[in-house]
């Protein structure tokens, strides 16, 4: 057994904790799950089975942890998980699950099959079987403070034509601010519009707000690829930013895993409470929707549908809030099939949009999304996660079909009233 390998089956070994004895023991194996996962529905692959993606780790489970699983083992039965074993089954634990949950929402007995493919995935990375793409973000994120190699600069660049273009002053390093706003890799480069929304909305709201120059980037890559320790390193940066400067509350960017990271996962990681709240933009516009501070004016008159981002409405039980927000701004809106807690994941999360390897199945999985598009027939697709806006735009142009996507936030802030008025950029004292 090569090193790497003993590394991963030790690792196999220490997650299998109470909840995971008790799922495996209460699997009726009714495969209810496999018609929630879209990668199975799309293809009709029984290898697609959410519960079958976890064979490995239910093996060792048997194995080490049950009196007839070690009897079966001393006599040749059960056969030891393998190197080759492993990598057979990387692209069942990475490329097809997007750790979306419904797999778990839909299961009778209550097993959250989610958190054994976490757990599964510790054992997988320690073992040297995680994707490249991942593995390479995660690397990033841990030394340069980004995935996509996003430094401050780009960050100041990106701030610099926000101000030249609204007006509006971006702050950074502000102590005793209300808010601190942490962004994804992908707002900065591919959505600048987003900072600049968030911007606008806060001028109106008359909240004092700041980044911040050390813990600017939410995207947590440790997550995706199953590593605890550098997911804690990632959070780590985050916490030490907001206590440092003070805030009351940090909010996450649209994108579900940040905030799934940040606001779930964040305290455990860390072990002990936030000395601040955690919220998603999204979140936080409800609140200020319901404080009479979020004004809006004039209506969208495309037909719109909205993507439920899974982080955001299946961990985090945001559904109602973007309904409010979308329903201020947009005569035409239309419901897709499943929307809502049930809707169908892009297919690109849980880091599956970082596998290249992965695409063609991604895009095979993404026929579920196309259906609901096609019940519904969008001018426009509006959601609040920049990985599922990058994901959806890529897939709907493979499929040719002409469906612009957009993000919440950004078309809440185009119809703020105006004139806007003027917020001091620093609170008092500051």
């Known amino acids: 057994m090569s090193a790497t390998l003993e590394k991963g089956i030790r690792v196999l070994k220490e997650v ?53 699983g070690r009897l079966k083992k001393m006599v040749g039965l059960s056969k030891a998980v393998t190197d080759d074993e492993l990598d057979q089954w990387q692209a069942l634990v990475y490329n097809s ?109 008359g909240k004092t707000w700041t980044l911040c120059s050390t813990a600017f980037e939410a995207t947590n890559a440790g997550i995706q690829i199953g590593n605890s320790d550098l997911a804690k390193v990632i959070v780590s940066r985050i916490v030490e930013g907001a206590e440092t400067l003070k805030v009351k509350t940090v909010i996450s960017p649209e994108c579900g895993h940040a905030y799934t990271a940040l606001r779930w996962e964040g305290p455990n990681l860390i072990g002990r409470p936030f000395g601040f709240e955690v919220k ?26 909205f993507h439920d981002p899974c982080q955001l409405v299946r961990r985090g039980g945001v559904i109602q809030q973007p309904r409010t927000l979308m329903n201020m701004v947009a005569k035409n809106f239309v419901e897709m099939p499943d929307a809502g807690y049930m809707n169908w994941c892009c297919g690109g999360g849980g880091g599956a949009s970082a596998i290249e390897a992965g695409e063609a199945l991604r895009l095979e999985a993404f026929k579920k999304k196309k259906s609901q598009f096609d019940a519904v027939k969008p001018d426009r697709v509006v959601t609040a996660c920049a990985n599922c806006r990058i994901v959806l735009e890529e897939s709907l142009e493979h499929y040719k079909m002409d469906i612009p996507v957009i993000g919440l936030t950004e078309m809440i802030a185009d119809h703020i009233s105006e004139p806007v008025p003027q917020s001091a950029a620093k609170p008092e004292g500051a």
């Open 280 to 305: 998603h933009i999204i979140e936080v516009l409800g609140e200020f929707q319901a404080q009479g501070l979020l004004q809006t004016e004039g209506f969208e008159t495309d037909r719109l549908t």
């Open 97 to 205: 699950c997007t750790l979306c949950g419904r797999c778990s929402a839909v299961c009778p007995v209550g097993n959250d099959i989610v958190y054994m493919v976490r757990k599964f995935r510790e054992g997988m990375s320690a073992s040297g079987h995680a994707p490249a793409g991942i593995k390479d973000a995660v690397t990033r994120t841990v030394t340069v403070g980004s995935p996509m190699n996003v430094k401050l600069p780009a960050l100041r660049a990106q701030m610099k034509h926000v101000e030249e273009d609204y007006g509006i002053p971006i702050p950074i390093d502000v102590e005793g601010a209300e808010y601190m706003v942490v962004l994804s890799s992908m707002e900065i480069m591919n959505f600048p519009e987003y900072l600049a929304a968030v911007a606008k909305i806060m001028q109106q709201a």
């Open 16 to 68: 299998i904790d109470a909840p995971i004895a008790s799922y495996f023991n209460s699997c009726v194996h009714c495969g209810l799950c496999a018609e929630a996962c879209l990668f199975y529905t799309e293809t009709g692959d029984p290898k697609y089975t959410p519960i079958h993606k976890l064979e490995p780790l239910r093996r060792i489970y048997e194995q080490e942890y049950t009196l007839l």
